[in-house]
């Protein structure tokens, strides 16, 4: 099993980025999957989730109106789309797969906002 993030960086304020989480080694359609950060000296915290069947999305407040989380289960691959970075979404983050006892995590990409 690999979930391995790509796509960090460092960026501008006011600017985009765009995460991958490419999977391997089980059925991404029946997993829930999640975006966490972490900053730090802070918490690793939820940012971003998207269920399985049908699709639906939940989001951090912090994140809410700016991200966006989609999945293509046929590239076995989950997004994070992040547009207006500010400052404080620095942070390492993280791509992480669930499904009844079994879960996973990727080894996390870095996302600098900074001018």
């Known amino acids: 099993v690999q979930l391995v993030e790509s796509g960090g960086g460092l960026v501008q304020p006011g600017g985009s980025l765009r995460l991958s989480c490419a999977t391997s080694?089980?059925?991404?359609?029946?997993?829930?999957m999640r975006w966490y950060r972490q900053a730090p000296g802070k918490e690793r915290e939820l940012v971003a989730t998207?269920?399985?069947?049908?699709?639906?999305?939940n989001y951090a407040d912090s994140v809410k109106g700016r991200f966006t989380i989609s999945r293509d289960n046929a590239k076995a691959t989950v997004y994070l789309q992040m547009n207006s970075l500010k400052p404080e979404d620095t942070a390492v983050y993280y791509c992480?797969?669930?499904?009844?006892?079994?879960?996973?995590w990727g080894q996390g990409t870095q996302v600098t906002v900074s001018s």
């Open positions: 998207i269920f399985s069947y049908g699709g639906n999305t």
């Open positions: 992480y797969a669930a499904y009844r006892q079994y879960n996973y």
């Open positions: 080694g089980f059925s991404i359609s029946s997993y829930v």
